[in-house]
């Protein structure tokens, strides 16, 4: 009698063992696929955006505003601009006219990186901003407070260096601005002649003298925005 009670104990159990060793097999080729696939579309999506919006933060300064940008002149042609200097800080409100920055703060700007160019002919210079935000949205909100039509003022804030040819470049001498954005960034640049006169003493100026300025920013923008394809085997990934 107790041999029947038993019976069906036993052939529960060992269902139940086998069910077990079935999905522990299961789980383990589950497992092991998981490990040995390559990155779905959406992974590789995702790690690049996270590159790309790290870029400000891990690239060398150097790289984001190299010592030479090219440009098309104002007559044509290929010119490049010079580096005058990089500053070193990164805060949004030190960036930008206290008008805005209340503006950027809402938008979440992470950092305002900043370097001041010279154009071929050394009667131009340009301050070119790079203003990190944590995605798209929030740069397109951050740029829809700018001033439109190249107005310079509220801007960004003109970056000078004493004994160097941008140290008349102050706010009183900006005359011009530019704004592009692609994914997480937006950058802004302001103009204005090394002589540092005030933009209210200038009559009728050719705007086209500081046209080649959207150029610079452009040519930052397209570096810092464009996705690369990641590379998992590379330390700068996690996939």
Do not use: N
Not at 87 to 116: I, Y
Not at 154 to 169: H, I, K, M, N, S
Not at 201 to 211: D, E, K, W
């Amino acid at each position: 009698m107790s041999v029947l009670r038993t019976w069906p104990s036993l052939v529960v159990a060992s269902a139940l063992t086998l069910v077990c060793a079935v999905a522990a097999a299961v789980s383990a080729g589950a497992a092991g696929t998981e490990l040995t696939r390559g990155p779905s579309a959406a992974e590789v999506h995702r790690a690049s955006a996270e590159e790309t919006a790290r870029r400000w933060q891990v690239w060398p300064a150097g790289r984001i505003f190299p010592a030479a940008l090219p440009y098309v002149a104002e007559q044509g042609g290929q010119e490049y601009a010079r580096r005058v200097g990089i500053s070193s800080r990164t805060d949004c409100s030190a960036a930008v006219d206290a008008a805005l920055r209340a503006a950027l703060k809402a938008a979440r700007c992470r950092a305002v990186l900043r370097a001041t160019y010279l154009d071929a002919l050394q009667g131009v210079v340009v301050t070119v901003g790079v203003a990190a935000f944590p995605d798209q949205d929030s740069a397109l909100r951050a740029r829809a407070a700018f001033p439109p039509g190249g107005v310079p003022s509220p801007g960004l804030r003109a970056l000078t260096f004493p004994q160097t040819v941008a140290d008349r470049f102050t706010a009183a001498a900006r005359q011009a601005s530019s704004l592009a954005q692609a994914g997480p960034y937006l950058v802004v640049t302001t103009a204005g002649q090394v002589d540092g006169r005030p933009a209210r003493s200038v009559g009728h100026q050719r705007s086209t003298i500081f046209a080649f300025a959207s150029d610079l920013a452009e040519r930052v923008l397209t570096a810092l925005s464009t996705p690369a394809r990641p590379d998992c085997a590379g330390k700068d990934w996690q996939c």
